[in-house]
């Protein structure tokens, strides 16, 4: 097989990638509204008891467990019976999973080196860290409630992408021949994931907010799938969760990119564009951790900022790498 | 674990919690913060807003925010052409923009203003900190709260006990101070009124890591602010076959902090021997025909101890030389260029950098100045084409940056060059303010139009230029046309950077502190646990409880770890005396 023909084959196999994604989004959306009606049916919210009990020791004597129940929000137990479209949907996601994995491996090969070199191909790594991140967190928590979010935003970025991004490969520009290509790309592209995730939990988490505020001043609020998710609290510490790995990631990525610069421009910082930008993305999540721990800041204002943080970092990738002039000249587009 | 609303407050201001500013989340919300009466009350509640969480928060936000219009407008530390390229175009809005320094954003009044109190904010803040975090570092896990039932993380389990009830819940809690101690954590025993207890805390670490990270960031911050007074940027350009020596009149460019020292420049020399570029092959529907690559400046170096050594400059591969670092920036073409008078004497030669325009194509932009020999000082704009075609219009153009068919063009001006009254003038550029155009453009008389060994005449018969062909074995014959090898005819030069920054070395090990800070900072998780064994009616009654010091999502978890593990000790240490 040809050069040639392993990066149409790679082409070839993105765009199924895509199509499956905007599948399992359809299907992700099909169990929102499901998980709503069901809400609905459990219209009498079910406050289980919850029983700590201390059984389960082999102790030779005998065991008397002292009841102590917090009490649980209905949501904080595990969340409608019988997910039959979650799993669908999960399933296409893996398979979509492996076609976009399948198609990147071999747009690596047909250009012999790391497949994040220009718009195009970031984007298609992107995405697959996003995927990669999301399905892998799964496995810990089930965040499939996020699953319409993720694919969703997988089917605009990565179609968004093949259909305006596409370049044919080119060979590297000297300044990219470096290992730090390889580290500092992919460790930023992997800190994105978890910012996306934490954006996604952050939306939710304000959407918890408003019904918590509708129904604690007396208003009636519909029953809707937020009834089936986790509640505010709980989505804002997962959020942070996600959001503290991100930065620890982002700021290796800014360190790593300044030894990278101090080789290839002579300099180790200089305000160039996207110098510039990775620093207000670094600033603005550093905002967001002391937002958790200032008061009058936790809740709905840091999650404005986690999504502010994330907005920033689509607008560094997008309008930042296609309008901004700067030494990051590297989208491949002209 | 959920979080239930009415989450009971845990005991605070104890003195090894870390210590937080008045508006933490976990600080006791009704500690007053309005300005008391007084000089002193007032400046000390300024100070305590200085220092404040939200102040520190904001500065954040507002620091982030003004970083931005730096990425819209061109810098003049960044791109100064494009500064002046600005002022082109918008000459209105320029002065007002300029006025308000947004072509200096990261030097600028406003900006420089934010992080200083930044800074302030931030030493204000660790100070304190640092000096409780080191009496906490040596204080003791707290008292064993009365009520372990009222923490949110904790279990109790009853066991009844052969034999003396007192004895077994005392050796109970030995074992759990033991398992704590080798856990990781600071133990203390609290024993008396009718039960024993263990109080263990865990996490130090925690606080350790956010200081050393703050810390860092204070340390970043003064080694970018030395470094700013001590490294010095050198630019300067070598031909092929010349030699550059380290010393500031060999530098074309020379930006310096006011701590260096000038004649401190380390002593070394370095020759370009050649230059190697690799050019993707001519494809004109592809989208990396021409793309050069590979980059080598070959160079002979004599470094200040007079030990000679022959070395590459390569992009991502500086050279360290003498405390500097050399960096290959850019190349072009030196094209060698003699000119002579009506009396043919010389009164110019040389090979004269071309700055490229387009680096596609390498169409480059060069000038020559004739001060002496001449009836009036001339000069000489010329275009290179190193593969020159022609377009519809008739004007050349280059297709290929390789040389393939070099051409160069020249339009002759004369008249004053403007550089007697020794003012600094831009080697690339030529005024021609006081000059007269003697051919070329609308003067009606032909460019001179030269390939390499060419000679041509110079206007009002004022001389001739010759375009030297550097590989003259290959001289092309007039027969000869597309076969002729040109790859050698015209010299290259590299553009050189030199860079001292003797701080920069610092500001990684701050860098690297801080993320490792960090990673204590957020993963080490700082808690409580206690266990208490008391003792009742022939049974013991045993209380486990937590309590988390910040984020800790894994305590509930760790309570019911703990408890398990050190309820099937004891259990096998049971059936072990049964
Ligand atoms: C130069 C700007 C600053 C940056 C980039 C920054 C960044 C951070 C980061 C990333 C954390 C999370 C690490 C951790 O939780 O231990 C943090 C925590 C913290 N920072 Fe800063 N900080 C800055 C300035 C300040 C200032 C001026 C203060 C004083 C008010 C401050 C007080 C704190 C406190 C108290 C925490 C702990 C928060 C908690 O309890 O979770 N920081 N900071």
């Not at chain 2, 133990?187 to 703050?214: I, K, M, P, Q, W």
């Amino acid at each position: 097989m040809s050069i040639a023909d392993l990066e149409q084959l790679s082409r070839l196999t993105i765009w199924t990638a895509i199509a499956i994604y905007a599948l399992a989004f359809i299907v992700y959306a099909l169990d929102i509204s499901k998980r709503a009606q069901l809400a609905v049916e459990r219209k009498d919210a079910v406050v289980r008891e919850r029983v700590l009990v201390g059984a389960g020791v082999a102790s030779g004597d005998i065991t008397v467990p002292a009841a102590s129940a917090p009490v649980a929000r209905a949501a904080d137990v595990a969340p409608a019976p019988r997910n039959v479209y979650a799993r669908i949907a999960t399933s296409l996601m893996w398979l979509a999973f492996l076609f976009h994995l399948g198609g990147t491996v071999m747009r690596g090969f047909a250009a012999g080196r790391v497949p994040w070199s220009n718009m195009y191909e970031f984007a298609m790594t992107g995405t697959l860290l996003i995927a990669a991140v999301y399905l892998g967190v799964l496995f810990r928590h089930d965040l499939r409630y996020l699953g319409t979010f993720i694919s969703g935003m997988l089917v605009l970025l990565l179609g968004g992408s093949a259909v305006g991004f596409y370049v044919a490969i080119t060979p590297l520009s000297d300044p990219l021949k470096s290992p730090w290509l390889v580290i500092h790309v992919f460790v930023a592209t992997t800190a994105t994931a978890f910012f996306a995730l934490a954006c996604g939990l952050s939306v939710l988490q304000l959407a918890q907010m408003r019904r918590d505020s509708k129904r604690a001043s007396g208003l009636e609020v519909k029953h809707s799938f937020l009834d089936t998710i986790p509640g505010a609290d709980k989505l804002e510490g997962l959020a942070y969760r996600f959001t503290i790995i991100g930065f620890i990631l982002w700021t290796f990525t800014l360190i790593a990119g300044s030894i990278w610069a101090n080789d290839a421009w002579g300099r180790y910082w200089g305000f160039d564009t996207k110098e510039v930008w990775t620093f207000v993305i670094w600033v603005l999540y550093a905002g967001y951790i002391h937002a958790r721990a200032t008061r009058g800041w936790r809740g709905a204002r840091s999650a404005w900022l986690s999504i502010i943080g994330f907005v920033a970092v689509l607008f560094n990738f997008t309008i930042v790498n296609m309008f901004f002039k700067g030494l990051h000249a590297y989208s491949g587009l002209s | 674990m959920s979080t239930s609303p009415s989450k009971p407050r845990p005991p605070r201001g104890e003195t090894n919690d870390p210590l937080r500013p008045a508006d933490h989340i976990d600080a006791d919300p009704n500690a007053v913060t309005s300005p008391a009466l007084g000089v002193v009350g007032w400046l000390r509640w300024a100070w305590r807003l200085l220092t404040s969480m939200r102040t520190a928060l904001v500065l954040l936000l507002v620091l982030a925010i003004a970083a931005i219009p730096g990425s819209i407008f061109p810098q003049r530390s960044a791109d100064p052409n494009g500064v002046v390229q600005w002022q082109t175009d918008n000459p209105d809005l320029f002065p007002v923009l300029d006025g308000i320094q947004l072509f200096d954003v990261y030097t600028s009044v406003w900006f420089s203003a934010i992080y200083l109190l930044l800074f302030i904010s931030l030493v204000g803040c660790i100070i304190p900190r640092i000096k409780h975090h080191a009496k906490a570092l040596r204080s003791r896990p707290p008292r064993t709260p009365a009520r372990l039932a009222r923490l949110e993380d904790h279990r109790i389990d009853e066991f009844e006990v052969p034999g003396d009830a007192a004895t077994q819940a005392e050796h109970a809690v030995d074992v759990a101070a033991g398992q704590l101690r080798g856990a990781g954590y600071r133990v203390e025993r609290y024993d008396g009124r009718g039960s024993f207890s263990v109080s263990a805390e865990r996490g130090y670490a925690r606080e350790t890591g956010n200081l050393l990270f703050h810390i860092s960031l204070v340390g970043v911050l003064v080694s970018v602010g030395l470094g700013g007074g001590l490294s010095y940027t050198g630019q300067t350009v070598i031909v092929e076959g010349s030699t550059f020596v380290n010393q500031l009149v060999d530098y074309t460019q020379m930006t310096k902090g006011q701590f260096v020292n000038e004649s401190a420049l380390s002593p070394y020399a370095m020759t370009l021997d050649s230059f190697d570029v690799k050019y993707q092959p001519y494809d004109p529907t592809g989208p990396a025909s021409g793309q050069a690559g590979d980059f080598a400046a070959n160079m002979t170096i004599r470094a200040s101890d007079g030990q000679k050594s022959e070395q590459s400059i390569r992009v991502n591969h500086p050279l360290s030389l003498g405390g500097d670092r050399v960096y290959l920036l850019g190349n072009g073409y030196a094209p060698q260029i003699t000119v002579r008078n009506a009396a043919g004497e010389v009164v110019f030669s040389g090979k004269v950098p071309f700055l490229p325009q387009n680096n596609a194509t390498m169409t480059s932009l060069g000038v020559v100045k004739v001060t002496d020999g001449m009836p009036e000082q001339l000069g000489l704009l010329g275009f290179f084409y190193p593969t020159a075609a022609k377009l519809e219009t008739g004007a050349l153009t280059s297709v290929y940056p390789a040389l393939i068919a070099p051409t160069l063009t020249f339009n002759v001006y004369e008249g004053d060059l403007g550089i007697n009254d020794g003012s600094p003038k831009n080697v690339y550029t030529l005024d021609t303010s006081s000059m007269k155009q003697l051919n070329g453009g609308d003067t009606g008389v032909k460019a001179i139009e030269l390939t390499p060994g060419g000679t041509a005449q110079l206007p009002n018969g004022l001389g001739s230029v010759t375009f030297e062909n550097a590989d003259p074995n290959k001289t092309p014959s007039p027969l000869a046309n597309q076969s002729t090898d040109f790859s050698k005819s015209v010299p290259r030069y590299v553009s050189i950077q030199m860079r001292h920054d003797p701080t920069a070395i610092f500001v990684l090990s701050f860098a690297i502190l801080a993320l490792g800070g960090l990673l204590l900072a957020l993963f080490i998780p700082r808690r409580r646990l206690w266990v208490r064994a008391t003792p009742k009616d022939g049974r013991v009654v045993l209380e486990y409880a937590g309590l988390a010091r910040g984020e800790d999502p894994q305590l509930g978890a760790a309570v019911t770890a703990f408890a398990d593990k050190h309820q099937s000790t004891l259990s096998a240490a049971d059936s072990k005396v049964d």
